[in-house]
């Protein structure tokens, strides 16, 4: 009897123990659980920065608040520094880049539409091109992939698409090297000189004109440029006005892709600070940010390519902007330490009114080139 009891009482206990628990509800369709995702970027110290700023920055010691990024599909680890920029007008396209000599060194550059790593418009490794679609305070920050952390620099190019404003209608004013040297002068700006005029074996023989070249204003004119050069070509002064804005450049290049290059800068206050210009055919679709030890264009886009077939091409510039102004137009160029090319050979400069109306230019197709 006592054996039956126990075994009873057994039974019931387990049964107890055993019993499975009810289910729990279902969720309501339609009502997730919200997850808290604290915001941990700290935007207090940021680096206030404009459009054509050139800075350097150092990661090493930074506040690591930021894992992941909304639009990056990899965690950072590195320290952030953040930089703040305003755009007071319009939407821009920016060229932007991070360049550091370490090579251990693995920096990556977000754009954030606020001060919110889940605000994250855009992202690349070291420079890209990216698109403010209006005004407003945007956040740049730079971070480091598994704990990296080394200096840097930053440049911010404006890159908006300029107006075409070729072919011209009338000349105004007109550099034609082929017979003088314009009466230009150098500027050196932190490396070895390389601009002289006369006759050269390495241009083309035929300038934009469909004209015989005698002689042109260019980069050591029968020979390669020197290593570490660092020296602009400056024309000018030049009267911009409504009939005169227009900036038509004739010239041939052969640089070494990326390390060597020049570009075209104006200045409205005599040679103490230069604007980059970009013409409407933008610079090189094979070229990235220059090298960072290329005097007067460190980390800049420019004229940078083995440039075939043996001919001038012609590039056009909007200088409307600069109605009013007396400016003066440089050529600068730079190169880094090995593997010099021939260089740059300008045929002419000339000023005038464009022959059709003024259109933008398609930045998708732009922009196309370089992906």
Known sequence: MRTVI??????????????????????????????????????????????????TGDNTGAPNNVIEYSCAAWSESGGEVVFELTIDEGARTLGISIGFNDNICDLDLFILNSCDEDDCLDHSDDWSFFYFPGPGTYYIVVDGWQGDECPFTLTIVDETPPDDCCPLLSVCQEFDFNVSDGGFSVLNCGGASVWQWGPSTLDPTVDCQDEGVTNVLGTVLNGVTPNYAGEAAVIGPVSITSECSCMELCHYYNIEDSYDGGNVKVSTDGGSSWDLLVSASFYDAQDEFLSLDAACIRGELAYSYDYNPLEFRTDCFDLSSYAGEDVLVGFFFGSDASDAEPGWYIGSVRFGRSSTPVEHSSWGAIKALYR
């Open 6 to 55: 126990c075994i009873l009482v057994a039974v019931v206990l387990c049964g107890s123990t055993w019993a499975k628990p009810p289910a729990r509800p279902e969720k309501a369709e339609g009502h997730a659980i919200p997850v808290a995702t604290p915001r941990n970027l700290d935007c207090s110290s940021a680096i206030p920065v404009t459009i054509g700023d050139f800075v």
